[in-house]
């Protein structure tokens, strides 16, 4: 009897403190965000310039190696649109308690693992539909303004503060997401956008909040139990690294059979090893029995996609650390040159102990994408499931001296040869400049094993990051206002 006492008063103490989560992350007030008409901006490898086509001359140098075709000459709409298409995840509640708890919303702690969902999510968009989609309803998004959620806040405070006085929520647990009926479209243009808008949604769906979603918060919580990480935790970047890696390996559907992940060990990415993840098969035990992907998904991949039958491609996943206790500013530049790579997937870090997933940036400015708002659970299980929620017009900006020094930075590559490219063009990013005393990280060829890095180590241990041998010594328009 005591021990049922003692469950039911954490229960309620659990309850509670979700309400006041879900009141602190809904009330949020939105603030526009500035971006000046003079600087171009980086998203993802994509470079924007919000003047006008007959304003001054605009020096190449500025768009930091990008291309002529990336650059989008005083279209702010085309920087909205592109924006406003990256997958958003952020806050929930109401969804089936979490593995391992009674809890019904990761508000307060899920901060990093929404921002690994984001990043991961980048790299399916990158890996199916390809850098140059974007959503067709990106503009019709609505601003985040303080009159929406503020309304919308209180009816959810109310609602909560009265489950919480009456007892437990109702959870249901939705099955998988079925496969999107194929319609018959007109022409060959709008069957392909047809065919697009289904990898869309089904990509959603993977990051659904129930136990059957392949890459939900759910599967995510299970998989750090056995890093020793609990619902209610706080996560931070490299396990989120580990994290991801594992989910997006045990993942059971064919659709996700084409795509693994690797993470660097000690800042050292070793080439021998991503290229073994490169050509190895990934078994796919349910495959024939049932997949959420759209039926050409399963059987020919798109263009995006790998082409060869016995190669997938590989999220590389590199925690590093900028810095000491803050982050040296001499690395920005080396954060620059990152972002404005197409193959690159953005950043997870953010301020201490509030995260965030960067997508790019201006001047000095990170350009980022927040987590933290508390938005209500969405049962992707059903086949017209609202997509608004999972996408944001709104992005932020952080000065880059505010960015908390432990981040994990993302790549996308698709095949050997890809690597074998993107390895050549980060070694030269890497290059320690006269401010810059160590790269942020490295390549090396071989296997991490030839290194005897973890010798003496238990395998558990081995998953950790940051391990280092002591025997080693290591040298190494919108919702935004232009000004």
Not at 82 to 92: G, K
Not at 367 to 372: A, G, K, L, R
Not at 412 to 417: I, K, L, T
Request: proline share 6%; with cysteine; charged share 20%.
């Amino acid at each position: 009897m005591e021990n049922k006492g003692s469950d039911e008063a954490e229960k309620l103490k659990t309850k509670f403190l979700s309400v006041w989560h879900n009141m602190k992350y809904s009330w949020a007030l939105k603030s526009k965000t500035s971006f000046s008409r003079n600087s171009p901006v980086l998203l993802l490898g994509k470079c924007y310039h919000f003047k006008a086509e007959d304003d001054a001359n605009l020096s190449e140098e500025t768009c930091y190696e990008t291309s002529d075709e990336d650059s989008v000459m005083g279209n702010v709409d085309a920087f909205r649109k592109d924006f406003a298409s990256r997958v958003w995840l952020t806050y929930r509640e109401e969804f089936p308690p979490l593995p391992g708890s009674v809890l019904t919303s990761d508000c307060g702690w899920g901060c990093m693992l929404r921002a690994g969902q984001m990043m991961l999510a980048q790299a399916l968009l990158l890996h199916f539909l390809g850098r140059d989609w974007t959503w067709s309803e990106a503009l019709k998004l609505q601003p985040l303004d303080t009159e929406t959620w503020t309304t919308t806040a209180a009816k959810r405070l109310v609602a909560s503060l009265e489950a919480s006085l009456q007892g437990s929520h109702n959870s249901s647990n939705p099955g998988s997401p079925p496969i999107p009926q194929a319609q018959a479209p007109g022409s060959a243009e709008e069957a392909d956008a047809h065919l697009k808008e289904m990898y869309h949604r089904t990509l959603v769906s993977w990051f659904g909040d129930s136990p059957s979603a392949q890459l939900g918060l759910h599967k995510l919580v299970h998989l750090g139990l056995t890093m020793g990480k609990q619902a209610g935790d706080w996560y931070g970047p490299a396990v989120v690294a580990h994290i991801l890696k594992k989910a997006v390996e045990e993942a059971m559907d064919s659709g996700l059979a084409g795509i693994t992940a690797y993470v660097s060990q000690d800042c050292t990415v070793y080439s021998a090893d991503v290229i073994d993840s490169h050509r190895a098969p990934r078994a796919c035990p349910a495959s024939a029995e049932r997949s959420d992907a759209p039926p050409s998904l399963q059987n020919n991949q798109p263009a995006s996609a790998s082409s060869l039958p016995d190669s997938r491609a590989v999220i590389i996943l590199i925690p590093v650390r900028l810095g000491g206790e803050k982050t040296n500013p001499d690395y920005f530049n080396f954060a620059k040159s990152i972002l404005s790579l197409e193959y690159c997937i953005g950043i997870i870090g953010g301020k201490p102990k509030q995260a965030c997933y960067f997508v790019g940036f201006q001047d000095d400015s990170l350009i980022y994408m927040d987590p933290h708002y508390c938005q209500s659970f969405v049962d992707v299980s059903t086949s017209d499931f609202p997509l608004q929620s999972y996408h944001c017009p709104s992005p932020k900006k952080m000065h880059f001296s505010k960015m908390d020094p432990s981040c994990t930075i993302g790549f996308y590559s698709r095949s050997v040869q890809d690597y074998e490219r993107i390895s050549e063009e980060l070694s030269k990013v890497l290059q320690p400049s006269a401010k810059e005393k160590y790269p942020a990280f490295t390549f090396v060829q071989g296997h991490g094993r030839d290194y005897d890095l973890s010798a003496g180590l238990t395998p558990e241990k081995r998953e950790w990051p940051f391990i280092r041998d002591s025997r080693r010594t290591v040298t190494t328009v919108g919702d935004f206002v232009l000004l």
